[in-house]
């Protein structure tokens, strides 16, 4: 219903200062019980959804900054204490429990980060300029996500797949950086899934593999054109050459063997 700029302000002005931070405090203590996080996250992504553009604050006001925060303070305490509680007591074997419990609130933890990115109401370098670690917790919450499940989980599930790959399509637009960065295990982990996403027969996973593949690949020849590529993304090309290579063969075998 609060579609207009109007109508999403006014909900924002009620909510904050007097209630989100009690939606975190109920995370906090609540963070063991499914029921309470998925409503919580489901809430959070559409508060940070800007559809129709309504997430238009007044300039004179910092709310867009501070619902990034209460956004990004959400997702570390859904990092620190629910993965951490989940990964420790819920086996996968029970598959119903296992995608309520972690998945589902995985997925939408991505869909939330995605939001964040592609929404146009925040301007991330703010956090940098004023030392604010929100936005690299928001990150950090995406690695941390990546380390707890298996390729074999993000694979197969398939509103997991979309949520990641759209993601990792939004990274490579606006954060390069931050891949280009990425420790050597995580960015093999991330070629490794762009690789096996070119053979999903899902064509919205395709076409964030050729998105991802494209800006990245970009980046990097500009960056080694310019001789400011850092030292680590160089480090990690040189070591998954071979998976370049792969990828670019299963690039090619789609082309060649698709379907009319």
Request: net charge neutral.
């Amino acid at each position: 219903a609060f579609v207009s700029k109007q109508a999403y302000a006014s909900l924002f002005d009620w909510l904050y200062p007097s209630y989100l931070p009690l939606f975190l405090k109920a995370l906090y203590v609540f963070y063991d019980r499914s029921d309470v996080y998925n409503p919580l996250l489901k809430f959070f992504h559409e508060l940070t959804s800007n559809r129709q553009e309504r997430l238009a604050f007044d300039s004179t006001k910092p709310s867009a900054y501070l619902l990034f925060r209460e956004t990004s303070n959400l997702l570390y305490i859904f990092q620190t204490k629910t993965i951490v509680h989940v990964n420790a007591t819920i086996p996968e074997s029970d598959g119903v429990l296992f995608y309520k419990a972690k998945l589902k609130p995985i997925i939408t933890c991505l869909r939330i980060i995605r939001a964040c990115l592609i929404g146009n109401y925040v301007n991330f370098g703010v956090f940098h300029l004023y030392s604010d670690p929100c936005f690299d917790n928001c990150l950090q919450v995406f690695l941390s996500i990546l380390t707890s499940i298996k390729q074999t989980h993000l694979l197969s599930y398939p509103k997991l797949t979309i949520a990641y790959f759209t993601l990792i399509e939004t990274l490579s637009l606006v954060q390069s950086d931050f891949l280009a960065n990425l420790r050597t295990p995580l960015f093999g982990y991330v070629l490794e899934t762009i690789s096996e996403g070119f053979l999903s027969p899902d064509q919205t996973v395709q076409n964030s593999c050729c998105i991802f593949l494209d800006t990245f690949l970009s980046y990097v020849f500009r960056s080694a054109k310019k001789s400011t590529a850092p030292a680590s993304l160089m480090a990690n090309v040189n070591e998954y050459g071979n998976l370049f290579r792969q990828i670019l063969i299963n690039l090619l075998n789609g082309i060649i063997f698709a379907e009319c």
